[in-house]
């Protein structure tokens, strides 16, 4: 028996097969799949394409349908659009599988790490918060797209950088420290001669995930600058605040539970936690509060794929009363433990 899974984000995408005890048989990578970007039926397409080369990695017969798979896509919120997925994925690509759960990513997020409740939050070239309650019952912060949102996620951090610069230069507002090291990178990221050259990237050149890519750079390179170190302790806030506005409607046994609330932390930006951190605990613990929100927590960073828990819900919704033997401890690690 052979069950998939799909981790689908805005920029690159991950299918996996596994088997019924959770072993991994085959993986494979390819586009983004968010169906917001670039529609239902590429969507599709995109998947099928990539299950079927994580079918012929593990060996199987791509012909044949597996028993289940279990989609976890950026961008799948409404009911509608899933069940135009699933119709899709089953009129053109009969042999891809018998049976079908799809969800956004954060809910296959927060099964690859733990059993079934938490908090996943989501800092990649987006953002998104979501708490699920042991009742099933969740409440979400964010995922509303870069226009209104994404505080805290690559592109964010990435267009905050920009902003800096170009307030700075403008004169509208003073940049917190010197803004010749930015200032060099953003030209050269970007490949900018003079200040104009920055608005192909914003109108007819703009790609979401390119635009982001400055973010990388600004972690890897400029850590120790006071002006990047301000952006991220700003990002650090906003995803604090992202789990103090779901964390009130936690269920108490979340809170109370060993370590605190489980924060599942999904996406690249968490590989500079050194820079989000005290943004993030002044967010999440700003001195107007009384007494905390969330007392207590534990960030688990994922280090596999949420294609792992996608899989994970195929089986449990697709197939009923069934579920796949996961060691989560495999896919996680402790990234920070903190007491308020």
Known sequence: MAYGGVEGGATCSTAVILSEDGAVLGQ?????????????????????????????NAGLDVTKPLQSLGL???????????????????????????????????????????????????AGTGSNCLLINPDSSTHNCGGWGHGIGDEGSAWWIANLAVQTVFRHVDGLIEA???????????????EMTEPYGILPHLYEKF?????????????????????????????????????????????????????????VCVGSVFKSWSLLKEGFLEGLYPATDSKPVVPAFRLLFLTGTSAIGAARLGVQHGLKDKDLRIKFEDFVSVLCEHTQ
């Open 72 to 122: 976890s896509l950026s961008g799948a919120e409404k009911k509608d659009v899933k069940e135009t997925i699933m119709q899709t994925l089953s009129d053109k690509h009969p042999d891809l599988s018998s049976a079908y759960h799809i969800c956004t990513d954060t809910f296959g997020s927060l099964a690859t790490a733990c059993d079934a409740a938490g908090v996943v939050l989501i």
């Open 28 to 56: 494979s990578t390819g586009q983004g799949t968010n169906h917001w970007l670039i529609g239902v039926e590429e969507c599709c397409r995109r998947v099928h394409e990539m299950v079927a080369e994580a079918k012929k």
């Open 176 to 190: 917190p420290a010197d803004i010749t090291w930015l200032k060099d990178r953003m030209y050269s990221f970007y």
């Open 207 to 263: 790609s979401k995930a390119e635009f982001s890519g400055f973010c990388k750079v600004l972690a890897t390179e400029g850590s120790n600058d006071p002006v990047v170190q301000h952006v991220f302790k700003q990002a650090g806030w906003y995803l604090g605040r992202h789990v103090r506005a779901v964390g009130r409607n936690a269920d108490p046994a979340l809170l109370s539970a060993a370590g605190g609330l489980n924060i």
